[in-house]
């Protein structure tokens, strides 16, 4: 148990997705013009992240890891199917964010009007392939510990794409010198918000 | 010949180069461009990787733009272009070992790069072949510039050396300046300085082309 709280907590701060790897930086830096737009967003990656990561460790351990099918038969120990992960793991998020879509729209369609247009979007967000890839790399021995993973990871987009919103939404009443308005400024703004998550850094877990 | 390289096609390769640069002006491809400029090294690796599959993928899908519905669109891009990534992982598993354990996941992360998908959207379902091809090369080739321009910055003064594919590490700073009290400035190993290097590029081009100065 405290093994999976120490992924969480993890991956929300010092494996911050955004300021420690810069995945999902596109529609980051593409939806954060107001708060309210990057909140459906965040929202729309965390469920995205915690769907997809634990399907593809599924994946992953009965099918394409090495030694991953030993459960058919004991020949078929030394098959080694790793490098189809990219396709298995894309064709996953995207039919997962189309299932997602699907689902959304008949039961909730409240939260699929204020999701929509970000929904489709997401599968091509590097943040959540991201996840798979890292989940991969990592080796999680539990799908316990994968989602956990996930959902931290998600929230730590989610945190900074809050985040910067509100930073941008303020910085339009200052003066901001004409070449860096817009792109320039968020660049910046996001190095220095970089560099307070590193505060994280030291902590051991 | 004449023809191929007209001055119409010529634009599509200078173009991304400058005032279309697809990472400061059109804001595609930012995750992998910050991630892996701390050497030069792994950052000419990702630039011809990502150039290659760029031009590839946009060949592929400028021959199949009038077969593919558009409602699936989406996917037929992705399989190109996982297909292609593919390759390119196993060639540089097999070639260059220790430079794609530095670029980890971001091999991977090049399917979902949004220089691929934005300028097959943009450009390759809507043209031909050869132009497409070229386009691929220039967009990569713009990428590629930023990416070398940051990665030799944060190379210089975080590690005061080069590394370049087939050389090796080149110390650029004499041993004179350390013993001065010089030191390298551990900042800019860092990811957040990526950033704001980038950022600076920004400033310094939109500075000069003021067409590109956001209102």
């Not at chain 2, 300028?119 to 070229?134: C, D, H, Q, T």
Request: charged letters at 10%.
């Amino acid at each position: 148990m405290q093994e999976i709280i120490n992924i969480f907590v993890k991956s929300v701060f010092i494996d911050n997705m955004v300021f420690a790897y810069f995945l999902g930086m596109c529609s980051y830096l593409a939806v954060s013009k107001t708060v309210k737009t990057s909140v459906g967003l965040g929202l729309a990656v965390v469920f995205v992240l915690v769907i997809t990561v634990p399907v593809d460790y599924l994946l992953n351990e009965y099918l394409l890891g090495p030694g991953a099918l030993a459960w058919i038969d004991e020949s078929y120990k030394t098959v080694d199917l790793s490098f189809l992960s990219f396709i298995m793991f894309i064709a996953v998020i995207a039919s997962m964010v189309q299932l997602v879509e699907m689902v959304v729209e008949k039961y909730a369609p409240a939260l699929y009007a204020s999701l929509g247009i970000f929904l489709p979007l997401i599968a091509v967000n590097c943040a959540i392939l991201g996840g798979s890839l890292f989940m991969q790399e990592r080796e999680y021995t539990s799908i316990a510990q994968a989602t956990s993973f996930a959902f931290g990871s998600g929230i730590g987009w989610f945190l900074a794409i809050v985040g910067i919103a509100a930073i941008r939404e303020k910085i339009r009443y200052s003066q901001v010198p004409a070449p860096l308005r817009g792109l320039g400024i968020t660049f910046i703004v996001t190095g220095l918000m970089g560099i307070a998550f590193m505060s994280f850094m030291g902590i051991k877990l | 010949m004449s023809e191929m390289f007209s001055k119409k096609n010529l634009k599509l390769i200078t173009n991304p180069l400058g005032e279309d640069n697809p990472i400061t002006v059109q804001v595609l491809g930012i995750c992998s461009a910050l991630a892996v400029t701390v050497k030069v090294e792994p950052a000419i690796v990702m630039a011809i990787s990502v150039t290659a599959v760029l031009a590839f993928a946009n060949v592929i899908i400028s021959l199949l733009r009038n077969t593919i519905p558009s409602r699936i669109r989406i996917i037929v891009q992705l399989v190109v272009i996982a297909a292609l990534v593919i390759l390119v992982d196993q060639i540089l598993k097999a070639y260059a070992y220790d430079v794609s354990k530095q670029l980890s996941v971001f091999v991977g992360l090049i399917i979902t790069n949004c220089i691929l998908m934005g300028r097959l959207e943009a450009f390759a379902l809507g043209n031909k072949p050869w132009p497409s091809f070229l386009d691929g090369i220039g967009n990569g080739s713009g990428y590629a510039l930023i990416l070398v321009i940051v990665a030799v910055t944060r190379e210089i003064f975080g590690s005061g050396s080069i590394t370049l594919p087939g050389f090796g590490e080149m110390k650029l700073i004499p041993q004179a300046f350390y013993d001065m009290g010089y030191s390298n400035n551990g900042l800019m190993i860092l990811p957040p300085m990526a950033l704001i290097v980038v950022g600076i590029i920004i400033w310094v081009q939109r500075a000069r082309n003021k067409e590109l100065i956001e209102s």
